[in-house]
């Protein structure tokens, strides 16, 4: 009990955090990219991001707004005698690659943990955020995902147990150690987007503009298949009230056109994604970029509702049984509509009531589907067609 009194008298005297919050005047719509781990995880080189640059160019990625190459953990190397971080071998000249990958016109970003190790156990920043803050700036680095994995043992020796009065202690190192980097990514004097990775915990969302975040993660990993998509939007009801135009809630990078999602699920993942005004960095093999998944990547209709430039997140506004309906006001006074069967079984669904007075819809409005590309009219009546086992309806309506 005296060692958990010290450590809250302790931070008790760090610096109050703002009231309000932070800007750095980044990310004003939802991060676009491509990140190295969802494919690659620990096997990523400096060759397998300069291709990534190269195929995101080629296939027209770039220019719907796909810019971040964000490589993820295991580029690390050792500390010099004076504390600088070298690369590892895989990736032997970054300033190199981020020229090069500037060069594409697009933007580098990097990995790292608020503690000694990251969650590979290479090395984290840790009593080095200034260092390696100012040596991102150094190479031109863009984004910063910053994960807790590492600090979080830190946080349990400091305040052991899972009580009240530890969580308080621990929840205060978090928040600390991240305005720390914050404070470091300020002073280097480089736009740098700043990408919380804590899995939600002490609810983010909350306190993440308060330490300089663009984004933060709102749940636990994604994988490639529908039921953790399905939970993770689950997850995601009630939050939209705090995503904001440089804020983003992050419920974790894009599955689409990995594992044996199928062309529904990829679908309905894209466009979960964009009504949640979610960042949008996928993680497939780009090498391997079908027609069918590079159409659901591309689809302009879908990322501008992502990056809607009112930057509101969809509310979920009916549930039962297997069918939700989420709505999201967009900027020219219209809405976007999501129509989505969670069912497991191959019921096909029909006559279902969109519940538009309840969306915030004008019964009158007109309405065009998305993914099949066509006006549709008034849907006063509800919608007719069927609604297959993971499948997205997804509506813009005038306003």
Known sequence: ???????TLALATLAP???????????????????????????????????????????????????????DDTWEGKRDASGVLQTNEKFPDMKGLADYVHSKGLKLGIYSSPGDQTCARFEGSLHHEQQDADLYAKWGIDYLKYDLCGFRKDM????????????????????NAYETMHQALLKTGRPIVYSLCQYGFDSVWQWGPEVGANLWRTTGDVSANFPSIALIAETQVGLAKYAAPGHWNDPDMLEVGNGKLTLDENRTHMGMWAMLAAPLLAGNNLTQLTPEI??????????????????????????????????????????????????????FLRGIDLHLKEAGIRGNAPAHDIWSAKDLGSLQTGYKGGLKRHEMLLLRFGK
């Not at 009990?1 to 450590?7: D, F, K, N, S, V």
């Not at 020796?157 to 978090?174: E, L, N, Y």
Request: proline letters at 4%.
């Open 1 to 7: 009990m005296r060692r958990l009194l010290a450590c």
């Open 17 to 71: 955090f703002a009231a309000a919050q932070k800007s750095n005047g980044l990310a004003l719509t939802p991060p676009m990219g491509w990140n190295s781990w969802n494919w690659f995880a620990g096997k990523v080189t400096q060759d397998d991001v300069k291709k990534a640059a190269d195929l995101i160019v080629s296939s027209g990625m770039r220019d719907a707004g796909y810019v971040y190459v964000n490589i």
């Open 294 to 347: 590079t159409a659901v990547l591309l689809n302009k209709e879908v990322i501008a509702i992502d990056q809607d430039a009112l930057g509101k997140q969809a509310d979920r506004v009916y549930k039962e049984g297997p069918v939700e309906i989420w709505s999201r006001p967009l900027a020219d006074g219209g809405h976007a509509l999501a129509v989505i069967n969670f069912g497991e079984d191959f019921t």
């Open 156 to 175: 349990q020796t400091a305040a052991p147990g899972d009580d009240a009065a530890a969580k308080t202690v621990q929840d205060k190192m978090m928040r």
